[in-house]
Antibody, heavy 116, light 108 residues
Framework: EVHLVESGGGLVKPGGSLRLSCAASGFTFVSYTMNWVRQAPGKGLEWVSSISRSGDDKYYADSVKGRFTVSRDNAKNSLYLQMNDLRVDDTAVYYC?????????WGQGILVTVSS | DIVLTQSPGTLALSPGERATLSCRASQSLTSDYLAWYQQKPGQAPRLLIYDASSRATGIPDRFSGSGSGTDFTLTITRLEPEDFAVYFCHQYDTSPLTFGGGTRVEIK
């Protein structure tokens, strides 16, 4: 069974940093593109970042470009999101997501709150 | 980017009634990789439909998806009390991933 479990969220001050992790199991992690998606409180969903199977190709939404860095460790079946220079409007639940045989799989999400 | 427009914004219906939700894409989805999710307050989205019309594991057959290209529909044949929630569509056909703004199904 596919499992995606996010961790590393919490409360951080504006300008601060946080590193999210996503532990994957139940599928061949190295074979799939991985993604981060977020949902601000009371708002819709927003794609944040994607990373290719090898980790060589990385893509970012304009809203986070230059501040967030996505990475993966295929040996550890793990996905990461390093978030720097956090802003109040980065407050959201962050989900890791992948698509296996055209079926979307998401984690349960982790809350990041940016507030002074 | 593909923009997904959902309508109506809010649907007020009674239990037992039929709900029809629309999702329109700004450009055609090549492989119809469109999903529908249900979300309740404080919960993660729950996958209902993928590939436009395939029901996810454990989803009751009162939920069905249809459509192709740019026009997609989620139908709930007989609303149960637990079906009152927000529903949103999501395309994973073309990067970047994009999402509709949601339709709220509320009790009339």
């Amino acid at each position: 069974e596919v499992h995606l479990v996010e961790s590393g969220g919490g409360l951080v001050k504006p300008g601060g940093s946080l590193r999210l992790s996503c532990a994957a199991s139940g599928f061949t992690f190295v074979s799939y593109t991985m993604n981060w998606v977020r949902q601000a409180p009371g708002k819709g969903l927003e794609w944040v970042s994607s990373i290719s199977r090898s980790g060589d190709d990385k893509y970012y939404a304009d809203s986070v470009k230059g501040r967030f860095t996505v990475s993966r460790d295929n040996a550890k079946n793990s996905l990461y999101l390093q978030m720097n220079d956090l802003r109040v409007d980065d407050t959201a639940v962050y989900y890791c997501a992948t698509y296996l045989w055209e079926v979307p799989y998401w984690g349960q999400g982790i809350l990041v709150t940016v507030s002074s | 980017d593909i923009v997904l427009t959902q309508s109506p914004g809010t649907l007020a219906l009674s239990p037992g009634e039929r709900a029809t939700l629309s999702c329109r894409a700004s450009q055609s989805l090549t492989s119809d990789y469109l999903a529908w999710y249900q979300q309740k307050p404080g919960q993660a989205p729950r996958l209902l439909i993928y590939d436009a019309s395939s029901r996810a594991t454990g989803i009751p057959d009162r939920f069905s998806g249809s459509g192709s290209g740019t026009d997609f529909t989620l139908t709930i044949t007989r609303l149960e009390p637990e079906d009152f929630a927000v529903y949103f569509c999501h395309q994973y056909d073309t990067s970047p991933l994009t999402f509709g703004g949601g339709t709220r199904v509320e009790i009339k």
